[in-house]
């Protein structure tokens, strides 16, 4: 979340602090060059946020009446929860475009998008009622 959003690090070099600033967009072997030292940032796969570039991707659970009647759901992203509208009859691995929900692209001021992918939760077992 630093990495998408952007923060300012404290580092040690040669034994002096330094301030570093990374900025919002910054990827796994992005490379930051300052005046005397070059700084190439690590950025920690997320437990819930998959990232390719500036695209932002994520499995999210739904249940089986939520599918077959349509409704709505709160979706996380990297900015907030946002409520998405599911489609009656939402068949499973549906994936939705969220559009520049994404992580900001350093080359610019446009933001990536974020994709969900429906994960329909069948019950266990049904009732006689609901076989009918």
């Known amino acids: 979340m630093e990495a998408i959003k952007g ?3 404290t580092v040690t ?8 600033k990374i900025p ?22 997320h437990p819930t946020f998959k990232r390719d570039g500036a695209d932002i991707y994520i499995d ?16 996380p992203t990297v900015w907030g929860d946002l409520k998405l509208k599911v489609r009656p009859a939402t068949q499973p691995a549906t994936t939705v475009r969220l559009r520049g929900q ?10 990536g998008d974020q994709y969900v992918r429906f ?6 077992h049904l009732s006689r009622r609901q076989k009918e």
């Not at 070099?13 to 570093?20: D, L, N």
């Not at 739904?62 to 979706?75: C, K, N, S």
């Open 7 to 9: 923060i300012e690090k």
């Open 13 to 20: 070099i040669s034994g002096k602090q330094h301030t570093i």
């Open 24 to 45: 919002p967009g910054a990827d796994d072997g992005t490379h930051l060059r300052y005046s005397d030292f070059d700084v190439s940032v690590s950025v920690s796969p």
């Open 60 to 75: 999210m659970e739904i249940p089986f009446t939520l599918a077959i009647l349509g409704g709505t759901v709160d979706v």
């Open 102 to 111: 994404g992580a900001p692209r350093l080359s610019g001021s446009t933001r």
């Open 119 to 124: 994960i329909i939760n069948l019950p266990d």
